[in-house]
């Protein structure tokens, strides 16, 4: 199975910081890789799809990009909502899994 | 709007068996993929298994195969999880999830707000 690794796993920022997600996965998946975000007692909401494409009705500030083993995503300037955890998907072939999450809080 | 509701959960004792569904509504059902995910409380996603549009091919995550089978039913717009030889370690919430293929699993572009199945004696 293709592994995914998330780093950093937890983040403190503040309103309107420029905040990086990274997620490595074992193995190439192209571009075949999402990015969710999950608060707490909530199901997760895909914020992007295939590496780098913005989900109909998420905010642009939300951005992903990158390609065979190494993604990122990006929040241009954190806002009071954005505050939870985010979690990479992989779907190559017919493999799927999931990082570990990385959670975003409050400095 | 597309609304997935899931229902079946609860306590069950290891070994013993649970069942649960999935009602969607606001798409064309049998238009896609569908899945099941789950995440252990406090803990991360893993999925579970998926379902073709048609039945023909499902698949599962190595910790379920040969326990659990999914299911759909396109004509009740729903889509079944029976577990089989419970373990402790398959409490979870279970999420049901909306691919954006019909044929080929990709990724879940809507979910339920999960069921909670808890494993224990």
């Known amino acids: 199975d293709i592994q995914l690794t998330q780093s950093p796993s937890s983040l403190s920022a503040s309103i309107g910081d420029r905040v990086t997600i990274t997620c490595r996965a074992s193995q190439t998946v192209k571009k075949w890789l999402a990015w969710y975000q999950q608060k707490p007692g909530k199901a997760p909401k895909l914020l992007i799809y295939e590496a780098s494409s913005l989900q109909y009705g998420v905010p642009s500030r ?46 | 709007e597309v609304q997935l509701v899931e229902s079946g959960g609860g306590l069950v004792q290891p070994g013993r068996s649970l069942r649960l569904s999935c009602a969607a509504s606001g798409f064309f059902f049998d238009d896609y993929v569908m899945h099941w995910v789950r995440q252990p409380q406090g803990r991360g996603l893993e999925w579970v298994s998926s379902i073709t549009w048609n039945s023909n091919v499902m698949d599962y995550a190595d910790s379920v195969k040969g326990r659990f089978i999914i299911s759909r039913d396109n004509a009740k717009n729903s889509l079944f999880l029976q577990m089989n030889s419970l373990r402790p370690e398959d409490t979870a919430f279970y999420f049901c999830a909306k691919d954006v293929d019909r044929s080929s699993p990709h990724y879940f572009d809507s979910w339920g707000q999960g069921t909670l199945v808890t494993v224990s004696s």
Do not use: H, M, N, W
């Not at chain 1, 065979?68 to 017919?94: H, K, M, R």
């Open chain 1, 62 to 107: 939300f951005s992903g990009s990158g390609s065979g083993t190494e993604f990122t995503l990006t929040i241009s300037s954190l806002q009071p909502e954005d505050f939870a955890t985010y979690y990479c998907q992989q779907y190559s072939l017919y493999s799927r899994t999931f990082g570990q999450g990385t959670k975003v809080e409050i400095k």
